[in-house]
């Protein structure tokens, strides 16, 4: 089984390296995550991407909880994991259109 290494050149990039393949992992990249660590809810598209690079959280998040709240968002204020649970529940019960045929 291969192991993760530290990369000797920065300690901040690990590596995986096989016979054909290294896979790098560096903590410095800016990466969107796949959910949004608000309402715990998938990014969907571009606007997401760049709320979360910009603010740390989906669209959504910035419009309902951030910018409301922006000096204290600023600040590292967050909504407690009761609120992120109500969050998520309003938004999982919007509805959605799917066209179908
Ligand atoms: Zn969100």
């Known amino acids: 089984m291969n192991k993760w290494k530290k990369s000797i050149a920065c300690s901040e990039t690990s590596f995986l ?7 790098m992992i560096s903590k410095n990249l800016n990466f969107v995550p796949l959910e949004c660590p608000t ?3 998938l990014m969907s598209d ?7 690079l910009t603010f740390g ?15 204290r ?3 590292g204020w967050r909504p ?10 309003k938004r999982l019960e919007l509805p959605s259109y799917i066209m179908s045929e």
């Open 17 to 23: 390296e096989t016979k054909d393949l290294v896979v």
């Open 46 to 52: 571009n606007r997401d991407s760049s709320s979360y």
């Open 80 to 89: 407690s994991k009761e609120d992120r649970k109500l969050i998520k529940k």
């Open 57 to 71: 959280c989906c669209n959504d998040c910035l419009m309902e909880v951030a910018q409301p709240n922006m000096e």
């Open 39 to 41: 309402c715990c809810l």
């Open 73 to 75: 968002w600023k600040d």
